[in-house]
């Protein structure tokens, strides 16, 4: 599974919209992009996945550009309960969950 | 309700004995995975089972041992072979050949005094 870069921590004002970016720069064409968060001591949660097409659903909407090399995850009005390490991944559709969870970004929703 | 449940939520044991760790799936999925989480990092895959009575070693499986006899359950043994035992300890599953995410249990905080 390819490798992603995230940045350590995010600041954002409650009401506001977090973006969270993410490199995935050696991304191949078979490979989803998938983003789960992780409140404090608690198992991360799925929150969107995407292959090429930008995607929304009720948490969050997921930009993805056109080459594939990059990812933003945007969640439109942050509330103070977002405050979470929001993690990028990548991986193929078939052949299970073996990838790599990395550090993520630290997102910090202040009022 | 479907989920995936781990118990206990808070383990402490003694230095020098093995612990079973439960970990159980209602979500009729295939896969099962555990991972380790130390303070301020990311997961790390120990070990996972794509199908029942197989399973594979993950980047970081020694000192640790798995089972995979029901599709439901995959309990995790961290042994006395482990040299940094105390962790958070995460397992989640998942439909392999789909592109669903994985689902993840709340997780168990292992101790060792």
């Known amino acids: 599974d390819a490798k992603t870069t995230q940045p350590t921590s995010m600041d954002c004002a409650e009401g506001r919209a977090a973006n969270l970016p993410c490199n995935h720069s050696?991304?191949?064409?078979?490979?989803?992009v998938y983003w789960y968060r992780q409140i404090h001591s608690q198992g991360p949660q799925y929150i969107i996945h995407?292959?090429?097409n930008n995607e929304t659903n009720e948490m969050a909407s997921l930009i993805i550009t056109e080459d594939r090399k990059s990812s933003t995850l945007i969640l439109p009005h942050a509330t103070l309960r977002d405050t979470a390490v929001y993690y990028c991944?990548?991986?193929?559709?078939?052949?299970?969950?073996?990838?790599?969870f990395g550090a993520g970004t630290r997102l910090f929703v202040k009022a | 309700d479907g989920g995936i449940t781990q118990s206990p939520k808070y383990l402490f044991r003694k230095e020098g004995q093995n612990v079973t760790l439960s970990c159980e799936q209602n979500?009729?999925?295939?896969?099962m995975y555990w991972y380790r989480q130390d303070p301020g990092q990311g997961l790390r895959l120990i070990y996972y089972?794509?199908?029942?009575?197989?399973?594979q070693k993950g980047d970081i499986a020694e000192g640790y041992s798995v089972s995979r006899e029901k599709k439901e359950s995959f309990p995790l043994t961290v042994t006395s072979a482990q040299k940094n035992p105390t962790a958070f300890y995460l397992c989640?599953?998942?439909?392999?050949?789909?592109?669903?995410?994985?689902?993840f249990g709340q997780g168990t905080r292992l101790t060792v005094v």
């Open positions: 989640a599953s998942s439909m392999s050949d789909r592109a669903l995410g994985a689902f």
């Open positions: 050696t991304i191949s064409g078979n490979e989803y």
């Open positions: 995407g292959l090429k």
């Open positions: 991944i990548v991986r193929v559709r078939a052949g299970g969950f073996k990838t790599i």
């Open positions: 979500l009729n999925h295939d896969a």
């Open positions: 089972s794509q199908i029942v009575n197989d399973f």
